[in-house]
Every structure is written in structure tokens, then in C-alpha cells.
């Protein structure tokens, strides 16, 4: 078996730090049918969610990150670090998630940080903001 985090869990609406960080107001009750609903549930079980180390991938390519690209001529592989293995949201907001880091290099220098207790997961979720919510349509992952 490979290795996993076991479950960790964080609260859609709280940052977890008192002065850093942005605040945050959720509709819990979209994340809850978006997360616990049988689409995400069918590509989690599958294994068909990944994450990635950081977010650059996504910030230059998009939510959907491209299983590859040409920069410069060259093919270059965008390998993900981590898929999620188990996601499920509570009427309070909590979010609990499980994730199993890949055996290739990202995954292996992830799972060395995690061990270390450096850095940690953010969540990617298109969020966008409806009646002064930021309201989940779509799971993309844990980037790591």
C-alpha cells in the first residue's frame, strides 16, 4: 500500500490563523452536495482526483491541469504529487479528506515534507462567488 496521510480534517470557513490568511464565507450546504455527491465520490473512488506540489501547475494551466505541454519545443510531464483517496463534508462546514502520495519524485518529496510537518494541503475547488458566497461547483483536488 502506499503511503497516506490518514484523515485530516479543516473547516471550509475558518483560515486557521488569527492574523494571516483571508477570510472566508462558503456555502456550506453546495460544498456538502458538490463534495458527498456521487460525481466526486465515483472520481474519488476511481482515483481520479490528484493534487499537486504548490499550485503553479494550475495557475499557469488552469483547474484541469494537462497530463503534459510543450514549453520551449520540449514535451514536459506535469506529474501531480498526491490523489485523493477520501473526501467527505459535514453540515458544519468540517471537511475531512485522506490523501495517498504517488510514488514518483513529486509524490516522494511531498510525503518527505509532510513527514517533517513542513507545508501542508489546500484544497481546489472553483468557488465562485454567489449572493456573497464563494460557492463550490466543481473539486479539483488537495495541492500539496
Keep these: 500500500m502506499r503511503k497516506r496521510t490518514g484523515v485530516i480534517s479543516y473547516n471550509l470557513n475558518e483560515r486557521g490563523r488569527n492574523f494571516n490568511g483571508q477570510d472566508r464565507d462558503v456555502d456550506v450546504a ?4 458538490l463534495i458527498n455527491g ?3 465520490q465515483e472520481l474519488v473512488r476511481q482515483g481520479d482526483v490528484y493534487g499537486y506540489f504548490g499550485h503553479t501547475f494550475r495557475e499557469k494551466y488552469g483547474l484541469n491541469v494537462p497530463e503534459s505541454v ?7 510531464v506535469l506529474e501531480p504529487s498526491v490523489r485523493t483517496v477520501y473526501i467527505k ?8 479528506h485522506e490523501q495517498e502520495f504517488l510514488d514518483n519524485a513529486p509524490g516522494r518529496i511531498a510525503g518527505r515534507l509532510f513527514d517533517s510537518r513542513a507545508y501542508g494541503f489546500s ?3 472553483h468557488a465562485p ?10 473539486y479539483h483536488g488537495m495541492d500539496f
Design 30 to 33: 453546495a460544498a456538502m452536495r
Design 38 to 40: 456521487p460525481a466526486v
Design 89 to 96: 463534508c459535514m453540515p458544519d462546514g468540517t471537511v475531512e
Design 70 to 76: 510543450i514549453e520551449g519545443g520540449k514535451v514536459v
Design 129 to 138: 462567488e454567489e449572493n456573497g458566497k464563494r460557492t463550490p461547483k466543481t
Design 123 to 125: 484544497s481546489v475547488f
